[in-house]
DNA sequence: AATTAGATATATCTAATTGATATATCTATA
DNA sequence: TATAGATATATCAATTAGATATATCTAATT
């Protein structure tokens, strides 16, 4: 089954705009592709390993006399073109992962308040990742025409355009649900 | 870490409704929750062998003089109580892993064309999945007052609302990457 | 100046999930 | 009768998730 590991992918596309260690990888992980990704310190130090051994990235760094030990990947000619390779791959795995719905789904036998409830803790946490996207929505438009952001900007109005969708199931579920 | 398993949880729920063998379990996940859940065979039958050593659940069947070795499983006084906290348990994790968004952010550096068809094989499975749940939507709205199907009728109208919202997002995008 | 809290940084471990494979029986159809 | 496909249990390797261990650096507090 080996090479269905997608954290590679990630941390291609994360050295291809710029060298990071292992711990910065972890961050841009964390930030502006979370919503949609995630990685842990766990795969991200094993896949960079792996990935030096067939030459996909380099290390370098790593002298302590300059301080913290520190070590720094650049990615290689063969890194950047499996990268393109797998950006232009059709194939590619959407999944929602919804515990939520769950309790939704198996929340017949209950009380219904207890369904509200879920509802509820849900629609906050949408609210909140809704207003964060239009921040980076709104900073984006500012800077769309110059840089090179089209392309996160398309992944900031996606979540934005599926938490305005949650929002609304949110608001239709709890009015059914009281009645 | 233990006891983070949620595929539990799914199986209780199944079980709460009928008893069911480790195959039917695979079938049912497979089916309705599929589009916000997913279960294997590597999942399924370990964690219905650790919740029959837990009291969970209870084991029934395989005797091969009728037939086939099958087993039945059938849920316990603590199996329910267990998933009766699990639902009012108001801490859920909603996690999108979506390979297409990955694709879209990281781009930037292909030609554009590679991003409008990315954004065109995801547009037609989400424009699969919602006619499919058009389909259980309009099959559900005959028999809601009738039986006990309000909550499976809930997560189908979240899955039409967040494709609705998914089919919404393809078109403003593949105009924006095509000027 | 010394202490401490929190961020930076690498690395590993266990548990859980995913997807494939192995094995075998039943059922409908060609 | 053969065989393809569905039913059924079970395990394995690869990947992911989340926690933890260790240590250094930095900025704020005492």
């Given at each position: ?16 705009h710029e ?7 972890k961050k ?133 355009e599926t ?17």
């Open positions: 089954m080996a090479k269905d590991r997608k954290i590679d992918a990630v941390i291609l596309g994360l050295l291809s060298d990071l260690t292992g711990y910065e990888i841009r992980i964390d930030g502006a592709i979370g919503f949609f990704w995630k990685g842990s310190f766990g795969n991200i130090y094993p896949a960079l390993n792996d990935m030096e051994k067939q030459g996909l990235v380099e290390k370098s760094g790593g002298d302590k006399s300059s301080g913290r030990e520190k070590f720094f990947y650049h990615i290689t000619k063969k890194g950047s073109d499996a990268l393109n390779d797998w950006i232009a791959d059709e194939h590619a795995v959407n999944e929602l992962k919804y515990e939520t719905l769950l309790k939704i789904y198996f929340g017949g036998a209950a009380d219904s308040s207890v369904s509200v409830r879920n509802i509820e803790v849900f629609e906050e946490q949408a609210r909140q990742n809704l207003s964060i996207l239009n921040v980076f929505k709104e900073n984006l438009e500012k800077v769309l025409d110059t840089g090179d952001h089209l392309h996160y900007y398309l992944t900031v109005t996606f979540g934005i938490y305005e969708a949650y929002l609304r199931w949110c608001d239709k579920a709890k009015k059914i649900l009281s009645k």
